[in-house]
Nanobody, 120 residues
Framework: QVQLEESGGGLVQPGGSLRLSCAASGNIFSIRAMGWYRQAPGNQRELVATIPSGGSTNYANSVKGRFTISRDNAKNTVYLQMNSLKPEDTAVYYC??????????????WGQGMQVTVSS
């Protein structure tokens, strides 16, 4: 079992900033990649940003230049710094981790999701 604990969501005014965090715990041998996805009402879940254990990060075009993803491998934690937030960034944000478990099986773990609302 792998658990993802998310924090940092909430209400912010347009132009403001939020920092999301997601810590993975459980039967983890290593984490291949971590990422953030979001789902707005009436829309499908979409990729926001991903970060592999090595190599370059990947961002949705809509957040490039405003959002920054980073990770702390020692803490099995991924962060999403969101700046210059817009109302269209309003969504439920989900953390994802591609985990190699201690039993040497791969699984894709998801957090429960947290609301981010950008509104004046």
């Amino acid at each position: 079992q792998v658990q993802l604990e998310e924090s940092g969501g909430g209400l912010v005014q347009p132009g403001g900033s939020l920092r999301l965090s997601c810590a993975a715990s459980g039967n983890i041998f290593s984490i291949r990649a971590m990422g953030w996805y979001r789902q707005a009402p009436g829309n499908q879940r979409e990729l926001v940003a991903t970060i592999p254990s090595g190599g370059s990060t990947n961002y949705a075009n809509s957040v490039k230049g405003r959002f920054t993803i980073s990770r702390d491998n020692a803490k099995n934690t991924v962060y999403l710094q969101m700046n210059s937030l817009k109302p269209e960034d309003t969504a439920v944000y989900y953390c994802n981790a591609e985990v190699l478990t201690t039993l040497r099986g791969f699984l894709s773990a998801w957090g429960q999701g947290m609301q981010v609302t950008v509104s004046s």
